[in-house]
């Protein structure tokens, strides 16, 4: 499979896009104004050989790994995709990424309902898209799963998405901090603590990994992301629907920190100071996707003051 990055340029507007079909990755952003988005470690694999470290990786069926015979954040991020043709238009240039589960061998688990039987079959079956666009400054991603299988399975899906934090500032509230997430129930998956966020702004000022999921009333992300000393800012929405129907989209936001980023191969010591992942994503575990049944899931990111 070739792994060659795919170069979306909205010519219009000067707007770029990289994207690796390994993963269906997203690597780079850059606006009409040359400003670039995403956050990439100088250490990631660009070959194939694991997940690339940073940009837009993609998780699904799980986030984590409850199922321990199956990679971390699950199999999306860790296969090849079929790119589709490139479109650019006045109004967005974008491509179509295309995942046949057929040909998704590496890190589907050997147990349970996602792995391949001796003829290669299994009962569970689903396609998956990944629609990418670009305009001078949004960048849009929309991924399309189909249960196309015989049975039913529960699902989480999220975007991993790694910000770039100009001036290597991510430590300094004035210059990088999330709003947006008030009255969420918070999960600290350091401490293992339940909370409420009261405070309006998110930090990074110790290691950071925490889901934040939206109150009964509340179904789409909203947040605005303060992403460096250039006064640069970002606003990120997301949404999801089953069918046509809303499903509440959670957040996790993460900041490896000191430890973490050392004990990270592919992860610079300091570079911590460079990034901050704003993560929507379906998460609650309880989700199922029965025969036949489509959930749509985007994210849309747009650069409010470009410097
Ligand atoms: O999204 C946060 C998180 O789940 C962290 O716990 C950390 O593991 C991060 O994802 C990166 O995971 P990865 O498998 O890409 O190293």
Known sequence: M????????????????????????????ETSEKHQVLFVSQLAKRDGSKAIRGGIPLVFPQFGQPNKDMPQHGFLRCNYWTPGKIFDNESEAGCEFSLDLKNVIHGRGSDGKWSLDSSQQ???????????????????????????GNIPFEYQTLFHTYYKVHGSTALQPDCCNVQGFKGYQVYDQITKEHLVQDEERIII????????????????????ISTGSDRSKVSMNAFAKMDGKDIPVSCVVWNPFVDKAKAMADFGDDEYHE???????????????EVGQRVEFTQIISVLDQV
């Open 205 to 224: 000022d110790r290691e950071v990994d925490r889901i934040y999921t939206p109150p009964a009333s509340v179904n789409n992300a909203n947040v605005t």
């Open 275 to 289: 990034m901050i992942c704003i993560e929507p994503g379906i998460l609650s575990g309880k989700d199922v996707m």
């Open 2 to 29: 070739s792994n060659d990055p795919i170069v979306i340029q909205h010519s219009a507007s000067g707007a770029k896009c990289i994207a690796y079909p390994y993963g269906a990755t997203i690597t780079s952003f």
């Open 122 to 148: 299994s009962g569970l079956n689903v396609t998956v898209t990944l629609v990418v666009k670009i305009t001078s400054n949004t960048l849009s991603t929309t991924c399309h799963f189909t249960n196309t």
